[in-house]
Each structure stands twice: as C-alpha cells, then as structure tokens.
C-alpha cells in the first residue's frame, strides 16, 4: 500500500471519532460550532439548511481531513516514528492555529469570533484526530508493506 493511500485509510477513524466528540461536544452546550459546521459556514455562507448539506459539510471535511493526514503520512520517513504521537500533537496544534487564523484575517461572517468552548473543543478534536492518525499509520506501517509510487 503506498503512502496516499495508507493516508486516506489513517484519515478515515480519525474524522469518524473528532466528529464524534464534536456532535457530543455541541449535543452538551460545550460548543457553539461543530467541525461540519465550520464547513458549511465556509462553502455555503451559513449554517447546513438541510440533511443534505449536511452531509455534503461532512464529506468535504473527511477530503480536507484525508488531504491533512496523507501530508503527515509522506512527513514520516523524514522526521521517523520516534516520539511520532508528539510529532502528530504538535501538527495538528499548528494546523488548528492556521485553519482558526485564515478566518479571521479574511474577515469571514460567524467564523470571526468563537467563544472558548469553541476553540478548546475544536482543538480537543484535532488532538483526537492526530492520535487516531498517528496510531494508524504507525499500525500501517508495521502491519503492510509501504510501497514507493515515485520510483517507477
């Protein structure tokens, strides 16, 4: 199996379970903006109307979060898998600050200004998504051979 592929696999739990403390997060009152959310937000302009968009919302997020895991995925060979579950923490904390920052400097409605449960809960989320990945790929990795798609 190579890389991208052992990437989009990775991706697959991880998104499965940060949506899923998302939906419990906003199901508590912990937050206002679920992940599919804040994707609605950006390709409609507003919150999903519909199941529809919804479900629309949340495979646009599991495309975004596979492209994010098949670059983690190809960063392996270089930085190896010692300490990788840290390596995979602070990837995810560099991401969540440039995904909550792009927003803000492009002025975007509703995305603007987040309350701390928000942010605390959405980045709770990208942690879960970056053990998820690590431990998947680091499983990947052990269990099937990685083949290189760049040599011919």
């Known amino acids: 199996m190579c890389r991208f592929t052992k990437g989009i696999v990775a991706a697959i739990p991880g998104w499965f379970l940060m949506n899923s403390w998302s939906y419990y997060s906003k199901s508590i009152g912990f937050t206002e903006l679920r992940f599919a959310d804040w994707v609605s937000l950006t390709i409609y302009g507003n919150l999903a109307e519909s199941g529809s968009e919804l479900g629309f919302a949340l495979f646009l997020h599991l495309m ?12 392996i060979p270089f930085i190896n898998y010692s300490s990788v579950w840290l390596k995979a923490i602070l990837y995810a904390i560099i991401v969540g600050f440039f995904i909550y920052a792009i927003p803000t400097l492009l002025s975007f ?44």
């Open 64 to 75: 975004f979060i596979s492209f994010l895991t098949v670059i983690f995925s190809y960063l």
């Open 109 to 152: 409605p509703h995305l603007t200004r987040t309350s701390l449960g928000t942010v605390v809960s959405n980045f709770t989320g990208a942690l879960i998504w970056a053990l998820t990945m690590a431990y998947t790929l680091l499983y990947l990795d052990k269990n099937i051979e990685t083949t290189n798609e760049f040599i011919p």
